[in-house]
């Protein structure tokens, strides 16, 4: 099932644990492996190196990676309050997500663990000369890795830091999944017009949302387990379901919705479904995924933006690169079809809601429009965004951006600024007008 394979995919993307405890689980493999090697160069004992020198090695290695990995975790770990302060309490998922970070210290958490294994190998089975070589050697080999994979953590947390590489970042996930949920659903195929015929393969888009209040004397499926948001849902058995029944099976909730006991996540019309196989389709979690949700990386672009744009803040530059991430979003979102999708499936069907083309302006540009008035460089760049895109876009999808333009041009007015300055184009903000 769909939904249990994206259960797993995100319980991945957000444990931090498992790739250190591979690491640890390496080094006793490779110390297994190193034992029959030195056994095989027992002649050579003390010829290479000598039991203290292998003794005062490994201890070495053992004792100071301990010390150097709390201290780098401890880095990392002000990184992740920086992250959280600077951007949005939301930004943690995402840092600690970075398998950068993970396998770096699980190359830490090897070295140490081999080291004290070999350790234990040096005089070992009645032999006071024994010493082992290719455990030396290798534990030397994992010492240089480890501070490879240092330099290599340093350079990422600095451009993980960086907020244009973040923006960036969140900006290609909500694009790319933004397509695939597209194409998930609709197919590759450029938007409809709005008197346009639906896809004649059993699929239809539509511009609104299931009404909530038809159907009343349908079977009404409701969440029975705790408090969270949807973060999947398996639309491919919910169509077996319905073919199985013949029923056409409405949801009532989409990607990103809260949802709590007793919500009613889905309507039944028709013979009835079993309760408990719908409302597995549905995936919830306590947090939303930045993998599988494009709109909570919008969410994330959006916020950092009203954050730049608070009095405390007061960082408008940092608002004018999101912004531009944003008019990549709604590009990507203009291109592609949107809104609710009803599937066919034999004598039944099912319909998904989802994000319109409304609602992901609205999302990109609502807040950011109403707290940017006294910004002159956040307006400049909003003209431009709002403009180019007016440019671009099929006549179908300018409405809201109309709306959203006269707001600000009303708002400057009505502020007394001269529009000349503050209504021009300039994608930089101040110092690009044209």
Request: glycine share 10%; charged share 20%.
């Amino acid at each position: 099932m769909r939904v249990r394979r994206q259960s797993v995919r995100m319980w991945w993307e957000r444990t931090f644990w498992p790739l250190p405890l591979a690491g640890m689980v390496v080094a006793f493999l490779l110390q297994d492996l190193t034992v029959t090697i030195d056994e095989s160069l027992a002649d050579l004992e003390g010829s290479i190196i000598s039991p203290a020198a292998a003794l005062t090695l490994l201890a070495a290695v053992g004792g100071g990676m301990v010390t150097f990995t709390g201290f780098v975790f401890s880095v990392i770990l002000l990184m992740l309050q920086y992250g959280s302060a600077t951007y949005s309490p939301r930004s943690v998922s995402y840092f600690l997500r970075l398998r950068r970070t993970q396998l770096v210290l699980a190359a830490f958490l090897g070295t140490i663990t081999f080291s004290f294994l070999a350790l234990v190998e040096v005089g070992s089975g009645g032999r006071d000369a024994f010493a082992p070589v290719a455990s030396v050697a290798v534990c030397v080999s994992l010492l240089l890795v480890s501070l490879i994979g240092f330099l290599a953590l340093i350079q990422g947390v600095g451009s993980t830091l960086k907020v244009d590489g973040l923006l960036s970042a969140w900006g290609r996930m909500a694009q790319r999944q933004l397509s695939r949920q597209a194409m998930a659903n609709h197919g590759d195929a450029a938007p409809p017009e709005p008197d346009a015929d639906g896809p004649a393969d059993g699929r239809a888009a539509h511009g609104e949302p299931p009404d909530l209040d038809a159907g009343r004397g349908a079977l009404v499926i409701r969440h029975p387990g705790r408090t969270g948001q949807v973060v999947a849902i398996d639309g491919a058995h919910l169509g077996r379901l319905a073919r199985r029944a013949g029923s056409e099976v409405v949801l009532l909730v989409r990607l990103g919705d809260g949802v709590g006991p007793g919500t009613a996540v889905a309507r039944v019309h028709g013979p009835p479904v079993p309760p408990r196989h719908v409302a597995r389709c549905v995936l919830v979690a306590p947090e939303r995924s930045l993998v599988h949700d494009p709109l909570y990386a919008v969410r994330l672009l959006t916020d950092v933006s009203l954050r730049a744009l608070s009095p405390a803040v007061n960082d408008p530059t940092t608002a004018v690169r999101s912004l531009h991430e944003i008019e990549d979003v709604l590009r990507t979102a203009a291109a592609r079809e949107l809104g609710t999708v009803r599937i066919a499936a034999g004598a039944g069907s099912v319909t998904l809601p989802g994000a319109t083309w409304d609602d992901v302006v609205d999302l990109c540009l609502l807040e950011v429009v109403e707290v940017s008035t006294g910004q002159p460089q956040v307006v400049r760049r909003l003209t431009a965004l709002l403009r180019d895109l007016l440019d671009d876009v099929p006549e179908h999808r300018r409405a809201p951006l109309r709306r959203y333009l006269t707001r600000l041009e009303a708002a400057v007015h009505d502020a007394g600024h001269d529009p000349d300055v503050w209504l021009r184009r300039d994608r930089q903000g101040v110092g690009g007008g044209r």
